[in-house]
């Protein structure tokens, strides 16, 4: 199994900056890839930024050039470093590792972690 612990959220005003931060355990050599997802009150999940096994990334449009993913293989670590904040990006925010790496097979994959709120006001 793969465990996955969230950190990092918390308040900020809208053009903030926060970082998360996502510490990964266990047998993760079957995981191609590990992420961040968000989930605002009365939405579905949706996939924010993941990284591959090779270092590929993939942000969700309304994302890119505002957030960074990067992951400290050291460390074991998946961080998310968002700049430019916007009251829409409040949100709970969860990390994944899956085999997979679109977006739908990460949101059907069990490995997640128990979240981080973020709010922007």
């Known amino acids: 199994d793969v465990q996955l612990v969230e950190s990092g959220g918390g308040s900020v005003q809208t053009g903030g900056s926060l970082r998360l931060s996502c510490k990964v355990s266990g047998h993760s050599r079957g995981s191609n890839c590990v992420g961040w997802f968000r989930q605002a009150p009365g939405k579905e999940r949706e996939g924010v930024a993941s990284i591959e096994r090779d270092g590929e990334r993939r942000y969700a449009e309304s994302v890119k050039g505002r957030f960074t993913i990067s992951k400290d293989n050291d460390k074991n670590t998946l961080s998310l470093q968002m700049n430019s904040l916007k009251p829409e990006d409040t949100g709970w925010y969860f990390c994944?590792?899956?085999?997979?790496?679109?977006?739908?097979?990460?949101?059907?994959?069990?490995?997640w972690g128990q979240g981080t709120q973020v709010t922007v006001s």
């Open positions: 994944a590792a899956a085999l997979g790496c679109s977006w739908v097979q990460m949101l059907g994959s069990r490995y």
